[in-house]
């Protein structure tokens, strides 16, 4: 996807896209035109996931959450210049003022790599108010009404619909969301485009979706979850849209598909295979991995050491449950569990 604030190589998460002819901004891994490379089901993902059994999407999907789009949109995040300052409506704003269909955006960012001085802006410092807001939009200075946060490696954020926000230069994220590209641009830094046009922005329709009344999102603390063959898990965050995990292995894994949902599995470092008991596959850094629900027993065996993003939509309810049983303490599931 191209965007004026994008970088001209994608390394090291693709090291054969340098040198670009215009700023790519974020590659898509599930958006509906992405292609499924191997398997029953060698499509886009859209039409895939219309003709995908049931059994694959899991029991969740087949009894309660019916979808005829795929649910989450995963990409990774290229900036070189500071992005718009921008919001994204709930579903019911989306639902009643844009096109039928349309969904709103809650979503997260897991930071791949950072520059030693790279920052975000994201959520509202205590003392701004609806009217002071408004009035920065007309007389400059908005950014000053952010919490500005110091962005490293490994760190997530939280970023709910209504919270206003803004990425930096000089980072790689891997952003998961849900599948909706509703933007309400605030302020743009007088930026123009490749024709001297300013972008659009959105400022009443954002206006009406930021909720100045509650402090939500900002950066998580993630929870260890308990493992074997020595792999590091964490839960990173979980919200009704999407839940998200990092897996940090150095030696063969053994893991089992969830029959209540499917999975995806984003490489963000190392190479190795992925095994069960039909099949074995070769993975890389940047791919972006199906586990059906299904599929039982898997294992990874890395060939160098490996970082994974692993992301599912759950069932909040089903999922503290799941770990309390686990012996996650309450005190931390507050941390990083979201309604």
Same mark, same amino acid.
Not at 80 to 109: C, F
Not at 267 to 287: A, C, F, H, K, P
């Given at each position: 996807?191209? %965007?004026?604030?994008?970088?001209?190589? =994608?390394?090291?998460?693709?090291?054969?896209?340098? $040198?670009?002819?215009?700023? +790519?901004?974020?590659?898509?891994?599930?958006?509906?035109?992405?292609?499924?490379?191997?398997?029953?089901?060698?499509?886009?993902?859209?039409?895939?996931?219309?003709?995908?059994? =049931?059994?694959?999407?899991?029991?969740?999907?087949?009894?309660?959450?019916?979808? %005829?789009?795929?649910?989450?949109?995963?990409?990774?995040?290229?900036?070189?210049? @500071?992005?718009?300052?921008?919001?994204?409506?709930?579903?019911?704003?989306?639902?009643?003022?844009?096109?039928?269909?349309?969904?709103?955006?809650?979503?997260?960012?897991?930071?791949?790599?950072?520059?030693?001085?790279?920052?975000?802006?994201?959520?509202?410092?205590?003392?701004?108010?609806?009217?002071?807001?408004?009035?920065? +939009?007309?007389?400059?200075?908005?950014?000053?009404?952010?919490?500005?946060?110091?962005?490293?490696?490994?760190?997530?954020?939280?970023?709910?619909?209504?919270?206003?926000?803004?990425?930096?230069?000089?980072?790689?994220?891997?952003?998961?969301?849900? &599948?909706?590209? =509703?933007?309400?641009?605030?302020?743009?830094?007088?930026?123009?485009?490749?024709?001297? &046009?300013? %972008?659009?922005?959105?400022?009443?329709?954002?206006?009406?979706? +930021?909720?100045?009344?509650?402090?939500?999102?900002?950066?998580?603390?993630?929870?260890?979850?308990?493992?074997? &063959?020595?792999?590091?898990?964490?839960?990173?965050?979980?919200?009704?849209?999407?839940?998200?995990?990092?897996?940090?292995?150095?030696? @063969?894994?053994?893991? $089992?598909?969830?029959?209540?949902?499917?999975?995806?599995?984003?490489?963000?470092?190392?190479?190795?295979?992925?095994?069960?008991?039909?099949?074995?596959?070769?993975?890389?850094?940047?791919?972006?991995?199906? +586990?059906?629900?299904?599929?039982?027993?898997?294992?990874?065996?890395?060939?160098?050491?490996?970082?994974?993003?692993?992301?599912?939509?759950?069932?909040?309810?089903?999922?503290?449950?799941?770990?309390?049983?686990?012996?996650?303490?309450?005190?931390?599931?507050? @941390?990083?569990?979201?309604?």
């Amino acid at each position: 996807m191209p %965007r004026i604030w994008g970088a001209r190589s =994608l390394a090291p998460i693709y090291p054969d896209k340098t $040198n670009l002819p215009e700023p +790519i901004g974020e590659a898509w891994l599930t958006g509906p035109e992405c292609k499924i490379e191997t398997g029953p089901l060698v499509d886009t993902l859209n039409h895939a996931w219309q003709k995908m059994p =049931l059994e694959w999407r899991g029991t969740d999907f087949a009894s309660q959450r019916p979808s %005829r789009e795929f649910p989450l949109l995963v990409k990774f995040l290229f900036p070189r210049d @500071q992005l718009s300052i921008q919001v994204h409506p709930n579903d019911a704003y989306a639902k009643n003022n844009e096109a039928s269909g349309a969904l709103g955006k809650t979503e997260m960012w897991h930071v791949v790599s950072a520059e030693s001085d790279a920052t975000l802006l994201l959520g509202l410092v205590p003392e701004v108010d609806r009217e002071k807001f408004q009035s920065a +939009i007309k007389q400059g200075g908005l950014e000053h009404f952010f919490e500005r946060l110091p962005v490293s490696p490994g760190d997530t954020f939280y970023v709910p619909s209504g919270t206003p926000h803004t990425i930096g230069a000089g980072m790689i994220l891997c952003e998961v969301q849900q &599948n909706s590209d =509703l933007t309400y641009r605030l302020y743009d830094f007088h930026r123009v485009d490749a024709k001297g &046009n300013p %972008r659009q922005l959105h400022v009443e329709k954002a206006m009406s979706v +930021i909720d100045f009344e509650h402090r939500r999102g900002g950066k998580v603390s993630p929870v260890a979850l308990s493992s074997a &063959n020595s792999a590091k898990k964490s839960l990173l965050v979980a919200c009704p849209y999407f839940a998200a995990e990092r897996w940090d292995l150095s030696a @063969q894994h053994h893991a $089992n598909s969830d029959p209540a949902h499917f999975e995806l599995l984003v490489i963000l470092s190392g190479r190795g295979n992925i095994q069960w008991t039909v099949d074995s596959r070769s993975y890389q850094q940047g791919e972006c991995w199906f +586990i059906s629900a299904n599929l039982g027993q898997f294992s990874i065996v890395p060939e160098s050491p490996t970082s994974i993003l692993r992301t599912y939509v759950p069932i909040i309810t089903e999922l503290r449950d799941k770990l309390s049983r686990d012996g996650v303490p309450n005190s931390d599931l507050k @941390q990083v569990l979201f309604t």
